[in-house]
């Protein structure tokens, strides 16, 4: 079965870390682009960061920018977000998707909650 | 405030045809694709059109994606009580970053 498995999340104070990662199994992992996207509660959803499949070209979107570091390991089939300087905003559902070649974010996993509260 | 613009609500009866739109500018919807996904709360988004009227395998044809210049539109004919969820279009920017648009949640009545 093709999917996409999310972990790492928790509760966390305001200014601490948290390192998300995004499992893949059921398919060939180093050929597909992986993306993070986070929804806040009651917000829309909002894209984090991206990562090429050979990890050659890293993306990251202008809240998290300076926060966020997004990697991968292709031989445990892995993505990892870590983030610091946490902030109560970043509160939200993490979900890691995968693309290929601009065929959209069809696979996605179901999702960690990340949750920044003092 | 998302820079893809999407009306916030859309609604039709069972039957009729609803569309939404998204409307960005030259560094994003005119310049590259455009994707469209369905998303009920508390579960994983779907993808439903990909690069800009590509229906993947497993979506009705129901659903059609279009795009001109810096606008971009999702059909929805036939609609049906279990379209009620919310729709967020998103396309890559020239700034190397993703962009969605703020969501349009259907209502069907």
């Known amino acids: 079965e093709v999917q996409l498995v999310e972990s790492g999340g928790g509760l966390v104070q305001p200014g601490g870390s948290l390192r998300l990662s995004c499992e893949g199994s059921?398919?060939?992992?180093?050929?597909?682009?992986i993306t993070w996207v986070r929804q806040a509660p009651g917000k829309g959803l909002e894209y984090v960061a991206n990562?090429?499949?050979?990890?050659?070209?890293?993306y990251y979107g202008d809240s998290v920018k300076g926060r966020v570091t997004i990697s991968r390991d292709n031989v445990n089939n892995a993505v990892h977000l870590q983030m610091n300087r946490l902030r109560v905003e970043d509160t939200a559902v993490y979900y890691c998707?995968?693309?290929?070649?601009?065929?959209?974010?069809?696979?996605w996993g179901k999702g960690t909650t990340v949750t920044v509260s003092s | 405030q998302s820079v893809l613009t999407q009306p916030p609500s859309a609604s039709g009866t069972p039957g009729q045809r609803v569309t939404m739109s998204c409307s960005g500018s030259?560094?994003?919807?005119?310049?590259?694709?455009v994707f469209w996904y369905q998303h009920f709360p508390g579960t994983a988004p779907r993808l439903l059109i990909y690069?800009?009227?590509q229906r993947p395998s497993g979506v009705p044809d129901r659903f059609s994606g279009s795009k001109s210049g810096t606008s971009a539109s999702l059909a929805i004919s036939g609609l049906r009580s279990e379209d009620e969820a919310d729709y967020y279009c998103?396309?890559?920017?020239?700034?190397?970053?993703?962009?969605f648009g703020a969501g349009t949640k259907v209502t069907v009545l």
């Open positions: 990562i090429r499949e050979d990890a050659s070209e890293k």
């Open positions: 059921g398919f060939t992992f180093r050929n597909f682009w």
């Open positions: 998103a396309t890559w920017d020239s700034s190397f970053k993703w962009m």
């Open positions: 030259i560094s994003n919807i005119g310049s590259h694709y």
């Open positions: 998707a995968r693309d290929e070649k601009w065929s959209g974010w069809d696979v």
């Open positions: 690069k800009d009227d």
